[in-house]
């Protein structure tokens, strides 16, 4: 089973982070989990989570049969 982890702030879901002038950033968000990023690493979802004031989810994957 492999855990991939996913940033939420209300209903929306964190999609990119894009560098604007001066050092400043742009978050792209959007509203279906189909869009989003999905994070491999804890650290990284919790990174931006702090920067956009969001939680981190974590989404447990398993194989079917």
Do not use: P, Q
């Amino acid at each position: 089973m492999k855990n991939i982890y996913v940033v939420k702030l209300g209903n929306l879901y964190f999609k990119e982070k894009e560098g604007i002038l001066f050092g400043k950033y742009r978050y792209t968000m959007v509203n279906n989990l189909n869009d989003a990023s999905f994070c491999k690493g804890f650290d990284y979802a919790k990174k931006r989570a702090e920067e956009i004031g969001g939680d981190v989810y974590k989404i447990n994957l398993e194989e079917v049969k």
